[in-house]
């Protein structure tokens, strides 16, 4: 993926993650977070085997389609590279797959670009940042998780900070780096000092009764914390 390609400049921010959205009304939900700002709407999928849950499917992505966002997949699935053309038809934006989920890491980054997607490399809280290193020329932007993937009301792991500023130590200049679980207002400021530059927020987005506010109130903590760290 060339680093000309415009999606790099709005792959930022608050994620919202459609997991903790209403169903019944997703599309108005998720619309109302981007007239609120949000450039990214974050979409877990899980199929039951590299996590217990089991999520959504290329369906789900299709429906919002037109969505004035990136729409960024995140697969939590065994073999990713198996799926990574059907969400890729059903209008991914950004595929991110697991380094502990395929023993073919490199063939299945090359993949999502080659399907028009920027890639993404997710890794679990215990997996060694230096799969970074290998595969870094490959990588528009990685995914740092937050908390142990696959199971809901999770507290934000204190030590994730930490991970992110060696992430960023590995990473090639202008990769995106998204932190994903138990990001809220209690944690985004630290993250944000850490060198995250996307942040994906569900409960603390979609759980509030004005999504929208949600969405700026982060952003405005993610911003005052960044341009902190940059001042010292």
């Known amino acids: ?6 999606r790099l400049d709005r792959l930022r921010g608050i994620a919202p993650s459609i997991l903790a959205a209403d169903f019944g009304r ?5 619309e109302e977070t981007v007239a609120a700002g949000a450039t990214v709407i974050h979409v877990d999928v899980m199929d039951g085997h590299f996590v217990p849950p089991i999520t959504m499917g290329p369906l789900v992505v299709d429906a919002l389609k037109g969505i004035d966002a990136l729409l960024d997949v995140h697969l939590m699935v065994e073999r990713p590279e198996r799926h990574l053309a059907d969400f890729a038809k059903a209008g991914a934006d950004v595929l991110s797959v697991h380094a502990e ?3 073919q890491l490199q063939y299945a980054l090359g993949l999502a670009r080659e399907l028009g997607a920027l890639a993404g490399l997710a890794v679990c809280p215990g997996t060694p940042n230096d799969v970074y290193v290998e595969n870094a020329a490959k990588v528009d932007m990685a995914v740092c998780m937050t908390v142990n993937p696959g199971w809901g009301g999770q507290s934000f792991i204190p030590t994730s900070p930490d991970k992110v500023r060696r992430i960023a130590e590995r990473v090639a200049p202008g990769t995106a780096i998204q932190v994903d679980g138990g990001v809220d207002l209690s944690t985004i400021g630290t993250c944000a000092q850490a060198g995250a530059t996307v942040f994906v927020a569900g409960s603390a987005v979609f759980g509030k009764d004005d999504p929208g506010q949600a969405v700026r109130d982060l952003a405005a903590a993610a911003e005052v914390a960044a341009r902190g760290a940059t001042a010292v």
């Open 26 to 30: 997703l599309r108005s939900q998720v």
């Open 1 to 6: 993926m060339s680093a000309a390609d415009p």
């Open 101 to 103: 989920a395929t023993p």
